[in-house]
């Protein structure tokens, strides 16, 4: 009656296995433990004809179990199964080192472990069947007198019969290379009958070749009289199939001592190879486009860089990332990102020549290491062919896709003498492409490290910024032309830096938002605006809105909604007077999501303005889509409002369609009288600027709102032209 003994630390698996184990066949008992120790105890008291246990477990993992399961005598030859994770390679190797029989990959499939348990238990069979063969024949020896030749023919004739149940090729040949005996699991591979082969070299079936090595290491044992170690080799069987066997030659001797033939083992192990190579594969491939990961790529770097110190050409890395596939991920869902994925690997594959890499890092950056290549204008040729490969239509799901790529490029020997200097080097290159407005491809150079330790530095110096309160808040008044009376005001974002410095967001915001500390930064000025807009009124001061720029960052990877409720609900203030500065890009990369939102804060009382309008797209669809309040029109119209017609007839458009469309509408970075005269005629509801008021802080602004707000509606007194534009863009 067969005993399968089963090791999971994990209930759950403990009874699936050991469900499926006694479903295998009648009679077998099956026992499972979730303790090593427990189970090495009961090894101690009783047989076991099957281990399965698992590689990870608290205190004693797998590999260690089957090392000590193997150093008890009774256990030497039990066979055991190691079950492990697709990624647990070296866990396996492990596992196999330590004297495992196989392994299972975890989670299990329901027919591939029956049939393995089945196969084992049979093999188990098979040993003891030997072993009671073995153990009767002694037996029979000491009780039996009978005739010496009698006896050794009665031995090797049931000696034959146990080699013919052994799953392995066994044959032994005298000093002359013929075969003295071969079991019929070889000859059956050879396609004969043992006694077709008896008399002949044995492994003429399988070539000349893998005959005459074969002869080789037999005259080898013969010379030393030792066995030979262990060693792999491919066999054609008679049927075609290549299979892979684990050989074992060792000397027999006869009754004085003397090698008269040399004895061959042959363990088929061609499921364990294919094994390890899909392993192998799967540690060096990506797996969704299966092209080589960034450990291959680092692999034939290596080799690379080798080839070019015994004197070989250079070569290019190309790194290459798609422009804001990011958004087209989250708008269209992972499942068609994945598809769109696969096809720019199969365009990459596609422009690489042989001995080229074509290499997927990870998310939507991929690489290209072109080899035997010395002039960059070869490199510059293969990253604009890829440029232009790219920029063809994409089809998925009957949907039309446009996709474009940033490329950044190293050339070995200028650029780099190692494989992390030159990854990191076309990194560089590969960001400076995308700052330099993306689709396009760029060559290392030397000042982009430079440029790039001045970033760290600078994102080091923000964090810590943020961490000691470092940020100030300053207002730029809004006024109303009708009335003259500020009306609202616009939260901009300073840094005050150690030594007194005073520092506007356009030397950082750029950075912030690139490592995602864009998100803090803006919600700590929201709740800052929020409190202190609320703390004006208490003060004295009549209700003021209170402008804030919201970025594109916040509404990809934040929940904008409970933020501005969070800042609303913390400082008190009526969201009536929070008015929200959208810039289009934000409308524009996710509308229904951002719609959903933008109408729920509406509901609330929030009020939305969009900010630089008549710099991008200047949708009506998205204007009419969305709970918009008022357009705010970019400074740049405003700067030669007087003396550029083209630029007057775009600020009379912009303040047409917001009033036809019931919009408000305020221009920033007024600074003239003639501008605010201007503006005046031209209708516009409310303006911002140095005319009026640079940044300043809450203080001085309540005490400008006081006195402007207190006297006559007219505009005041010119201010000088020279005073320049504001420079900020929206609010922090």
């Known amino acids: 009656m067969p005993v399968v ?57 797998g590999s260690e179990f089957v090392r000590r399961v193997r150093a008890k005598p009774p256990c030497v030859d039990v066979p055991i199964v190691v079950i492990t994770a697709y990624n647990d390679r070296s866990y396996r190797l492990s596992a196999l080192e330590a004297g495992a029989t196989d392994f299972l990959l975890s989670p299990a499939d329901r027919y ?9 238990l049979e093999l188990r069979r098979q040993q003891l069947l030997v072993k009671q063969r073995a153990h009767t024949l002694e037996r029979e020896l ?75 290491l037999d005259r080898l044992v013969f010379q030393s009289a030792e066995p030979l170690p262990s060693y792999e080799e491919e066999v054609l069987d008679a049927n075609g199939v290549r299979r892979v066997f684990l050989t074992t030659k ?44 960034r450990v291959l790529l680092r692999e034939r770097l290596q080799r690379e860089l080798a080839r070019g110190r015994r004197g070989g050409r250079g070569f290019a890395l190309h790194i290459l990332d798609l422009d804001r596939f990011k958004a087209v991920n989250d708008a269209l869902g992972h499942h068609l990102g994945d598809r769109l994925l696969c096809q720019v690997a199969d365009r990459l594959r596609a422009l690489a020549r042989t001995g080229d890499t074509v290499a997927r890092l990870g998310g939507d950056e991929f690489a290209i290491l072109q080899v035997g290549v010395d002039d960059p204008e070869d490199a510059a040729a293969l990253a604009r062919r890829t440029i232009a490969a790219l920029a063809e239509p994409f089809l998925a799901d009957a949907q039309e896709f446009r ?46 490290d430079r440029r790039a330790r001045e970033a760290m530095a600078l994102e080091g110096e923000l964090r810590a910024a943020l961490a000691r309160g470092q940020f100030v808040v300053h207002y ?36 912030a938002e690139e490592t995602g500390l864009i998100g803090p930064i803006n919600e700590w000025v929201l709740r800052t605006a929020c409190a202190e807009a609320a703390a004006w009124q208490r003060e ?89 309040d008022r357009l705010k029109i970019d400074q740049s119209f405003i700067r030669n409002l007087r003396t550029d017609p083209s630029d007057t007839a775009i600020v009379r458009a912009i303040i047409n369609l917001g009033h036809s469309l019931g919009l408000g509408v305020i221009a920033e970075g007024v600074e003239t009288v ?7 005629a031209e209708g516009c509801d409310e303006i911002q600027g140095h005319y009026y008021s640079h940044p300043v802080g809450t203080q001085e602004l309540q005490a400008l709102v006081r006195r402007m707000n207190g006297v006559s509606a007219a505009p005041p007194r010119d201010r000088q032209a020279g005073d320049g534009a504001d420079g900020d863009r929206g609010a922090p």
Request: aromatic residues 6%.
């Open 5 to 61: 003994l089963i090791l999971d630390d994990r209930v759950t698996n403990r009874n699936i296995y050991s469900r499926l184990a006694a479903s295998v066949g009648a009679g077998v008992t099956v026992q499972a433990f979730g303790d090593a120790e427990e189970a090495l105890d009961w090894i101690e008291r009783n047989p076991v004809d099957l281990i399965i246990t698992d590689y990870k477990m608290p205190r004693m993992d």
């Open 112 to 120: 591939e472990f029956t049939t393995r348990v089945r196969n084992l």
């Open 142 to 216: 000491e009780r039996s007198e009978r005739s010496r030749e009698a006896l050794l023919r009665n031995s090797r004739e049931a000696l034959a019969q146990v080699i013919d149940t052994v799953p392995a090729m066994i044959s032994a040949t005298d000093r002359d290379g013929r075969c003295v005996f071969v079991n019929a699991y070889h000859a059956a591979l050879a396609g004969a009958t043992p006694n077709d082969l008896v008399g002949h070299d044995p492994g003429e079936p399988f070539g000349r070749a893998h005959a005459e090595r074969s002869r080789a």
């Open 250 to 293: 060792a000397p027999l001797r006869d009754a004085e001592g003397t090698v008269v033939s040399v004895l061959t083992t042959a363990l088929d192990i061609t499921d364990r190879k294919l094994a390890e190579s899909r392993l192998r594969h799967l540690a060096h491939h990506d797996g969704l486009t299966d092209l080589p990961n």
């Open 403 to 448: 996709l474009s790529a940033s490329i950044g490029i190293t050339f070995h020997p200028r650029d780099g003498t190692d494989a992390d200097e030159l990854l990191r080097n076309a990194d560089l290159a590969m960001y400076q492409a995308k700052e330099e407005g993306r689709d396009v491809f760029r060559f290392f150079a030397a000042d982009m």
């Open 476 to 511: 730029q008044p809004q006024v109303n032309l009708r009335t003259g009376r500020i009306v609202g005001a616009e939260a901009l974002l300073r840094w005050h830096r150690p030594g007194g410095t005073l520092t506007r967001p356009g030397d950082f915001l750029a950075l």
């Open 540 to 628: 004295g001061l009549r209700p003021l809105r209170v402008s804030v720029n919201l970025s594109a960052v916040q509404f990809r990877k934040h929940d904008v909604r409970r933020l501005v409720v969070s800042a609303l609900e913390a400082s008190g203030l009526d969201p009536v007077l929070l008015d929200l500065e959208l810039t289009e890009g934000i409308l524009l990369e996710n509308d229904e999501t951002v719609a959903q939102v933008l109408r729920d804060l509406r509901r609330l009382g929030v009020r939305f303005s969009i900010d630089d309008f008549g710099t991008g797209y200047s949708s009506l669809n998205y204007i009419k889509n969305f709970p918009v």
């Open 674 to 680: 003639e501008q605010v005269t201007q503006l005046i």
